[in-house]
């Protein structure tokens, strides 16, 4: 049995109003694939990159190409999805265990499957996220922690960042400091399938910093798709970096599951985008367990501030 480490890069509509939502919600189409083979010891046993050109948004991101390096010229030098995506699964092997680092790419990755009327429950019916590895094993705060971040506290120096296999690379350099087998034994929540929907609602707004979005009480108001009253949800939750989670439901007893996300803005300010997709009992278990989770934290950060103020006043601690 073989991990495979992948990540993907991928290209978004160089404004909002040219996302795709038919035949499916794209958030991003996938211009790159990068993955890294590894074994039960860990062992760097194979590499695979491929450049893909899209069908939808063909023009580069200006955003994403000052990320990634990737201009028009190179996005047309790769391969169509379909033929892609299948030599990838073919290097993969029958018997494997894929992985990343967070669920971002995943998602895109189903909806770019439904893009080309491929069935996602078909590939990767099981992947696990990383950073619940690491933060079980290593960080012990309950928060998702950055690539980047995860590097510096293991000691490696990584390649240079939003190449999809570098990035591939860098999450294997991580994975020599974790216990994958324990990890996959001890994996609380897969990742969710209701990731990957197309939101019933998106909304966008912009601020100077992310703080002024998180208490902006209109962001968790909406109206009701089914009967059209006013709907609030409930105070967010932290599930990931830049990332925040809701639920509410409606008098007419319909169920909403929130998403909000932090995005950088050419001035230095932040971009909001909050969706609304159909709830029910796995998002509110999702969420229930995010907020004590968050709680815990709180905590934690508390009584370390109480030590730190008895120390300072000369007490015994």
């Given amino acids: 049995m073989d991990y495979i480490i992948f990540d993907l890069e991928w290209n978004q509509p160089v404004y909002s109003g040219m996302r795709i939502t038919s035949p499916v919600f794209l958030e991003g189409e996938v211009i790159e694939i990068g993955a890294v083979k590894t074994n039960q010891a860990c062992d760097l046993l194979d590499t695979f990159k491929i450049m893909i050109t899209p069908k939808y948004y063909k023009k580069m991101n200006s955003n994403v190409s000052k990320l990634t390096g990737i201009g028009n010229k190179e996005l047309m030098k790769g391969i169509v999805f379909p033929d892609a995506f299948s030599a990838f699964m073919k290097w993969c092997g029958s018997d494997a265990v894929f ?73 294997f350099y991580v994975c020599k400091h974790l216990d994958l087998e324990e990890g996959i034994k001890t994996y609380e929540t897969p ?113 370390k501030d109480e030590r730190a103020q008895r120390r300072d006043k000369g007490e015994k601690v």
């Fill in 99 to 171: 992985m990343s680092w967070s669920n971002n790419d995943l998602r895109v990755l189903r909806q770019n499957l439904r893009l080309f009327h491929m069935d996602p429950d078909q590939y990767m019916k099981e992947v696990f996220d990383l950073q619940q590895f690491f933060d079980h094993q290593i960080l012990h705060e309950g928060r998702s922690c950055g690539l980047s971040e995860a590097l510096e506290k293991v000691g490696e120096t990584g390649m240079e960042a939003h190449d999809a296999l570098h990035d591939a690379i860098n999450t």
């Fill in 191 to 303: 990742i969710e399938d209701f990731d990957d929907g197309e939101p019933l609602i998106v909304y966008e707004h912009n601020y100077s910093v992310a703080r002024d979005a998180y208490h902006d009480s209109k962001l968790r108001l909406f109206i009701c798709p089914a009967c059209g009253e006013k709907v609030e949800s409930q105070p967010w939750a932290v599930y990931g970096d830049g990332k925040r989670a809701s639920v509410a439901q409606c008098s007419c007893g319909e169920e909403y599951f929130l998403k909000l996300r932090y995005l950088n803005v050419k001035n230095g300010g932040k971009k909001a985008v909050r969706n609304v997709f159909r709830g029910g009992e796995k998002m509110n278990k999702f969420y229930e367990n995010k907020v004590q989770k968050q709680a815990e934290r709180h905590e934690k950060r508390r009584k």
